[in-house]
Protein backbone atom coordinates (compact mmCIF):
# COMPACT_ATOMS: atom_id res chain seq x y z
CA UNK A 1 0.00 0.00 0.00
CA UNK A 2 1.06 3.25 -0.39
CA UNK A 3 2.85 5.45 2.69
CA UNK A 4 0.91 8.89 3.53
CA UNK A 5 3.78 10.31 6.10
CA UNK A 6 6.33 10.29 3.66
CA UNK A 7 8.75 13.21 3.35
CA UNK A 8 7.59 16.96 3.81
CA UNK A 9 4.42 15.39 6.02
CA UNK A 10 5.82 16.38 9.37
CA UNK A 11 4.85 20.28 9.21
CA UNK A 12 1.51 19.12 9.34
CA UNK A 13 1.15 16.55 11.69
CA UNK A 14 2.49 18.98 14.10
CA UNK A 15 0.21 21.67 13.20
CA UNK A 16 -2.67 18.96 13.10
CA UNK A 17 -1.58 17.38 16.62
CA UNK A 18 -1.54 20.28 18.13
CA UNK A 19 -4.67 21.82 17.37
CA UNK A 20 -6.57 18.58 17.85
CA UNK A 21 -5.42 18.32 21.63
CA UNK A 22 -7.53 21.17 22.63
CA UNK A 23 -10.74 19.61 21.28
CA UNK A 24 -14.18 19.11 23.31
CA UNK A 25 -15.68 15.84 24.38
CA UNK A 26 -18.65 15.51 21.49
CA UNK A 27 -17.36 13.97 18.03
CA UNK A 28 -18.47 16.25 15.21
CA UNK A 29 -20.76 15.09 12.54
CA UNK A 30 -19.36 15.72 8.57
CA UNK A 31 -21.28 17.41 6.51
CA UNK A 32 -22.91 16.58 3.15
CA UNK A 33 -20.30 16.53 -0.35
CA UNK A 34 -19.74 20.23 -2.47
CA UNK A 35 -19.11 19.66 -6.08
CA UNK A 36 -16.80 21.21 -8.14
CA UNK A 37 -16.06 20.79 -11.56
CA UNK A 38 -15.31 16.53 -12.00
CA UNK A 39 -14.54 16.43 -8.36
CA UNK A 40 -16.71 16.50 -5.29
CA UNK A 41 -15.12 16.86 -1.78
CA UNK A 42 -16.81 15.17 1.51
CA UNK A 43 -15.71 16.72 4.99
CA UNK A 44 -15.01 13.15 6.88
CA UNK A 45 -15.35 14.93 10.28
CA UNK A 46 -13.04 15.01 13.33
CA UNK A 47 -12.86 13.04 16.75
CA UNK A 48 -14.79 14.18 20.16
CA UNK A 49 -15.53 17.81 18.13
CA UNK A 50 -12.26 18.55 17.59
CA UNK A 51 -11.69 21.31 15.74
CA UNK A 52 -9.00 19.53 12.62
CA UNK A 53 -8.67 16.20 11.35
CA UNK A 54 -6.46 15.08 8.31
CA UNK A 55 -6.61 11.72 6.39
CA UNK A 56 -3.03 10.62 5.28
CA UNK A 57 -3.90 7.06 3.04
CA UNK A 58 -7.27 5.96 1.34
CA UNK A 59 -7.62 2.18 0.64
CA UNK A 60 -9.85 0.47 -2.05
CA UNK A 61 -12.75 0.24 -0.24
CA UNK A 62 -12.65 4.23 0.62
CA UNK A 63 -11.42 4.33 4.03
CA UNK A 64 -9.37 6.47 4.99
CA UNK A 65 -6.48 6.92 8.06
CA UNK A 66 -4.74 9.58 9.79
CA UNK A 67 -5.51 11.57 13.02
CA UNK A 68 -8.09 13.77 14.96
CA UNK A 69 -7.45 14.64 18.22
CA UNK A 70 -4.06 13.73 19.20
CA UNK A 71 -5.03 9.77 18.09
CA UNK A 72 -5.31 8.14 15.21
CA UNK A 73 -8.20 8.11 13.15
CA UNK A 74 -10.25 5.34 10.80
CA UNK A 75 -12.79 6.68 8.41
CA UNK A 76 -14.97 4.07 7.63
CA UNK A 77 -18.69 3.99 6.19
CA UNK A 78 -19.63 6.75 7.94
CA UNK A 79 -17.79 6.82 11.15
CA UNK A 80 -15.08 8.35 12.73
CA UNK A 81 -13.13 5.49 14.71
CA UNK A 82 -10.43 6.75 17.42
CA UNK A 83 -8.01 4.05 17.32
CA UNK A 84 -6.18 5.25 20.84
CA UNK A 85 -3.16 5.13 21.93
CA UNK A 86 -0.66 2.71 22.88
CA UNK A 87 -0.11 1.84 26.75
CA UNK A 88 1.64 5.46 28.37
CA UNK A 89 1.36 6.98 24.94
CA UNK A 90 0.58 10.73 25.03
CA UNK A 91 -0.66 10.88 21.01
CA UNK A 92 -0.60 8.87 17.91
CA UNK A 93 -0.97 9.31 14.47
CA UNK A 94 -1.91 7.06 11.39
CA UNK A 95 -0.01 6.77 8.14
CA UNK A 96 -1.23 3.99 6.02
CA UNK A 97 -4.45 1.50 6.03
CA UNK A 98 -4.48 -1.95 4.12
CA UNK A 99 -7.73 -2.94 2.25
CA UNK A 100 -8.21 -5.50 5.09
CA UNK A 101 -8.25 -1.77 7.59
CA UNK A 102 -5.34 -2.56 9.09
CA UNK A 103 -3.72 0.13 9.91
CA UNK A 104 0.35 1.64 11.00
CA UNK A 105 2.03 4.71 12.03
CA UNK A 106 3.58 5.71 15.39
CA UNK A 107 2.91 6.21 18.86
CA UNK A 108 4.59 8.99 20.74
CA UNK A 109 5.15 8.54 24.98
CA UNK A 110 7.68 9.63 27.15
CA UNK A 111 10.07 6.59 26.40
CA UNK A 112 9.66 8.12 22.80
CA UNK A 113 8.11 7.23 19.37
CA UNK A 114 6.73 3.43 18.67
CA UNK A 115 5.65 1.95 14.94
CA UNK A 116 2.33 0.33 15.66
CA UNK A 117 -0.21 -2.09 13.90
CA UNK A 118 -3.58 -1.64 14.63
CA UNK A 119 -5.99 -4.64 13.39
CA UNK A 120 -9.06 -6.17 14.51
CA UNK A 121 -9.55 -3.33 17.32
CA UNK A 122 -6.36 -3.94 18.89
CA UNK A 123 -3.02 -1.12 18.76
CA UNK A 124 -0.10 -3.30 18.97
CA UNK A 125 3.44 -1.85 19.50
CA UNK A 126 5.53 -3.29 16.91
CA UNK A 127 9.28 -2.44 18.63
CA UNK A 128 12.41 -1.22 17.17
CA UNK A 129 15.61 -2.33 16.61
CA UNK A 130 17.55 -3.87 19.12
CA UNK A 131 19.36 -1.27 21.06
CA UNK A 132 17.00 1.36 19.31
CA UNK A 133 14.67 3.50 20.91
CA UNK A 134 12.60 4.73 18.28
CA UNK A 135 10.14 3.36 15.34
CA UNK A 136 8.27 4.78 12.81
CA UNK A 137 5.72 3.02 10.93
CA UNK A 138 5.18 4.10 7.07
CA UNK A 139 3.45 1.76 4.88
CA UNK A 140 1.69 -1.51 4.95
CA UNK A 141 1.01 -4.30 2.51
CA UNK A 142 -2.41 -6.31 1.97
CA UNK A 143 -0.14 -9.02 3.96
CA UNK A 144 -0.33 -6.64 7.24
CA UNK A 145 3.47 -6.46 6.55
CA UNK A 146 5.02 -2.88 7.66
CA UNK A 147 7.73 -0.95 6.48
CA UNK A 148 9.31 2.30 8.01
CA UNK A 149 12.33 2.99 10.63
CA UNK A 150 13.75 2.57 13.87
CA UNK A 151 16.62 3.91 15.55
CA UNK A 152 19.68 2.15 15.50
CA UNK A 153 21.77 1.27 18.34
CA UNK A 154 24.98 3.37 16.56
CA UNK A 155 22.89 6.39 18.41
CA UNK A 156 19.54 8.19 18.49
CA UNK A 157 19.89 10.11 15.37
CA UNK A 158 20.78 7.18 13.10
CA UNK A 159 17.55 5.40 11.79
CA UNK A 160 17.68 2.90 9.67
CA UNK A 161 14.89 1.58 7.29
CA UNK A 162 13.30 -1.44 8.73
CA UNK A 163 10.56 -3.91 7.74
CA UNK A 164 8.53 -5.99 10.06
CA UNK A 165 7.25 -9.15 9.10
CA UNK A 166 6.00 -12.49 11.35
CA UNK A 167 6.67 -10.58 14.55
CA UNK A 168 10.28 -9.66 13.85
CA UNK A 169 12.12 -6.29 13.06
CA UNK A 170 14.56 -6.64 9.95
CA UNK A 171 17.00 -3.95 9.46
CA UNK A 172 17.06 -3.23 5.68
CA UNK A 173 20.12 -0.99 5.65
CA UNK A 174 22.67 -2.54 8.72
CA UNK A 175 25.65 -0.89 7.53
CA UNK A 176 24.02 2.26 6.39
CA UNK A 177 24.77 5.62 7.59
CA UNK A 178 21.04 6.86 7.59
CA UNK A 179 17.56 5.03 5.77
CA UNK A 180 14.38 5.14 5.39
CA UNK A 181 11.67 3.33 4.17
CA UNK A 182 8.22 4.64 2.97
CA UNK A 183 6.54 2.34 1.09
CA UNK A 184 5.88 -1.24 -0.05
CA UNK A 185 4.20 -2.89 -2.29
CA UNK A 186 2.10 -6.33 -2.38
CA UNK A 187 4.96 -8.19 -3.74
CA UNK A 188 7.08 -6.93 -1.36
CA UNK A 189 9.12 -3.78 -2.96
CA UNK A 190 10.04 -1.74 -0.74
CA UNK A 191 11.11 2.15 -1.86
CA UNK A 192 12.72 4.62 0.73
CA UNK A 193 15.84 6.74 0.44
CA UNK A 194 19.57 6.55 2.02
CA UNK A 195 21.72 8.79 2.37
CA UNK A 196 25.99 8.21 1.87
CA UNK A 197 28.95 9.63 3.48
CA UNK A 198 30.13 11.59 0.27
CA UNK A 199 26.75 13.63 0.56
CA UNK A 200 25.72 13.45 3.66
CA UNK A 201 23.14 16.53 3.21
CA UNK A 202 20.46 14.92 0.39
CA UNK A 203 19.42 11.27 0.01
CA UNK A 204 19.04 9.51 -2.88
CA UNK A 205 16.59 7.37 -3.66
CA UNK A 206 16.30 3.73 -2.94
CA UNK A 207 14.42 0.63 -4.01
CA UNK A 208 15.02 -2.74 -1.85
CA UNK A 209 14.10 -6.38 -3.26
CA UNK A 210 14.66 -9.77 -1.14
CA UNK A 211 16.12 -7.21 0.65
CA UNK A 212 19.33 -6.12 -0.95
CA UNK A 213 19.13 -2.24 -1.86
CA UNK A 214 19.72 -0.28 -4.78
CA UNK A 215 19.90 3.26 -5.93
CA UNK A 216 17.49 4.23 -8.26
CA UNK A 217 18.87 7.55 -9.08
CA UNK A 218 22.53 8.17 -8.23
CA UNK A 219 23.07 11.56 -9.05
CA UNK A 220 20.08 13.87 -7.51
CA UNK A 221 18.35 14.22 -4.32
CA UNK A 222 15.32 12.19 -4.28
CA UNK A 223 12.99 11.07 -1.89
CA UNK A 224 10.50 8.65 -2.53
CA UNK A 225 7.04 8.89 -0.40
CA UNK A 226 5.35 5.62 -3.03
CA UNK A 227 5.42 3.17 -5.23
CA UNK A 228 2.08 1.10 -7.46
CA UNK A 229 2.54 -1.86 -8.69
CA UNK A 230 3.82 -1.14 -11.54
CA UNK A 231 6.94 -0.28 -9.92
CA UNK A 232 6.53 3.69 -10.41
CA UNK A 233 7.78 5.56 -7.76
CA UNK A 234 6.15 8.90 -6.81
CA UNK A 235 9.40 11.71 -5.24
CA UNK A 236 9.88 14.54 -4.35
CA UNK A 237 13.51 16.36 -4.78
CA UNK A 238 13.44 18.43 -1.67
CA UNK A 239 13.23 22.09 -3.69
CA UNK A 240 9.78 21.77 -4.43
CA UNK A 241 9.61 19.62 -7.63
CA UNK A 242 7.85 16.22 -8.12
CA UNK A 243 8.34 13.66 -10.45
CA UNK A 244 7.50 9.85 -11.01
CA UNK A 245 10.52 7.43 -11.88
CA UNK A 246 9.56 4.54 -13.85
CA UNK A 247 12.34 1.71 -15.18
CA UNK A 248 15.35 4.00 -14.81
CA UNK A 249 13.74 7.57 -16.52
CA UNK A 250 11.98 10.46 -14.14
CA UNK A 251 9.17 12.49 -15.59
CA UNK A 252 8.82 15.83 -13.87
CA UNK A 253 5.03 15.78 -12.76
CA UNK A 254 3.91 19.55 -14.19
CA UNK A 255 3.41 22.51 -12.18
CA UNK A 256 4.26 26.24 -11.98
CA UNK A 257 8.13 26.84 -11.97
CA UNK A 258 7.91 29.70 -9.22
CA UNK A 259 5.59 27.56 -7.37
CA UNK A 260 6.18 24.70 -4.22
CA UNK A 261 4.80 21.29 -5.40
CA UNK A 262 5.06 17.71 -3.83
CA UNK A 263 3.60 14.76 -4.47
CA UNK A 264 2.53 12.23 -1.46
CA UNK A 265 0.88 9.13 -3.55
CA UNK A 266 0.15 7.03 -6.74
CA UNK A 267 -2.16 4.84 -7.54
CA UNK A 268 -1.89 2.02 -10.20
CA UNK A 269 -2.90 4.09 -13.35
CA UNK A 270 -0.37 6.29 -12.28
CA UNK A 271 -2.85 9.42 -10.95
CA UNK A 272 -0.81 10.82 -8.16
CA UNK A 273 -2.18 13.22 -5.19
CA UNK A 274 -0.59 16.21 -3.47
CA UNK A 275 -0.30 19.45 -3.92
CA UNK A 276 0.93 22.70 -5.43
CA UNK A 277 1.19 25.85 -3.67
CA UNK A 278 -1.83 25.70 -1.15
CA UNK A 279 -3.86 23.64 -3.48
CA UNK A 280 -4.85 19.90 -3.53
CA UNK A 281 -3.84 18.40 -6.91
CA UNK A 282 -4.15 15.18 -9.06
CA UNK A 283 -1.91 14.48 -11.86
CA UNK A 284 -3.84 12.16 -14.10
CA UNK A 285 -3.31 12.31 -18.07
CA UNK A 286 -0.29 14.66 -17.47
CA UNK A 287 -2.49 17.35 -16.23
CA UNK A 288 -1.95 18.93 -12.63
CA UNK A 289 -6.04 19.08 -11.77
CA UNK A 290 -6.72 21.08 -8.99
CA UNK A 291 -9.06 19.80 -5.90
CA UNK A 292 -11.91 21.18 -4.46
CA UNK A 293 -11.67 22.45 -0.66
CA UNK A 294 -14.36 23.14 1.94
CA UNK A 295 -16.38 25.98 1.93
CA UNK A 296 -14.25 28.96 3.57
CA UNK A 297 -11.27 27.58 3.51
CA UNK A 298 -7.98 28.27 2.66
CA UNK A 299 -5.36 25.54 2.13
CA UNK A 300 -5.73 21.97 0.79
CA UNK A 301 -3.15 18.82 0.07
CA UNK A 302 -3.99 15.29 -1.13
CA UNK A 303 -2.08 12.51 0.57
CA UNK A 304 -3.34 9.00 -0.47
CA UNK A 305 -5.31 7.88 -3.90
CA UNK A 306 -6.49 4.58 -4.83
CA UNK A 307 -7.48 2.89 -7.84
CA UNK A 308 -10.86 4.48 -7.65
CA UNK A 309 -9.53 7.61 -8.00
CA UNK A 310 -10.53 8.87 -4.70
CA UNK A 311 -7.70 10.94 -2.67
CA UNK A 312 -7.76 11.62 1.03
CA UNK A 313 -6.25 14.50 2.56
CA UNK A 314 -7.28 17.68 4.22
CA UNK A 315 -9.19 21.30 3.23
CA UNK A 316 -9.07 24.40 5.60
CA UNK A 317 -11.99 25.33 7.35
CA UNK A 318 -11.08 28.78 7.90
CA UNK A 319 -9.30 31.57 5.83
CA UNK A 320 -6.82 31.57 7.19
CA UNK A 321 -5.58 27.68 7.32
CA UNK A 322 -6.04 27.64 11.43
CA UNK A 323 -8.33 24.35 11.07
CA UNK A 324 -8.66 22.11 8.98
CA UNK A 325 -10.82 18.94 8.29
CA UNK A 326 -9.99 15.33 6.73
CA UNK A 327 -11.84 14.96 3.24
CA UNK A 328 -12.45 12.63 0.87
CA UNK A 329 -12.45 13.85 -2.94
CA UNK A 330 -14.53 11.55 -5.31
CA UNK A 331 -15.64 11.70 -9.06
Keep these: MRSLRRYGLTSALAVGIGVALLGAPAAKAATPALESGAYRVIDLGTLHGSDSSEAFAVNEHGHAAGQ???HA????????IDLGVLPGGLWSVATDLNDRDEVTGYNSSSGGTHAFLWRDGRMRDLGALPGGTDSYGEGVDNAGDVVGSSTAPSGPYTRHAVRWHA????DLDPAGEASFATDITDDGWIVGHRFFPEDPMNARATAWRHGVPATLIPDAPSYPVAANERHQVALNDGGGHA???HRGATTPLPSEPALFAQVHDINNAGQ??????????VWRNGRAVPLPGLP?????????????GQLAG??????DGT???AVLWTR
Design 272 to 281: AAGFVDVDAI
Design 323 to 325: HHH
Design 167 to 170: GRVI
Design 68 to 70: SDG
Design 243 to 245: SIW
Design 314 to 319: YSATTS
Design 296 to 308: AGGSAAAYGVNDH
Design 73 to 80: TLWRNGRV
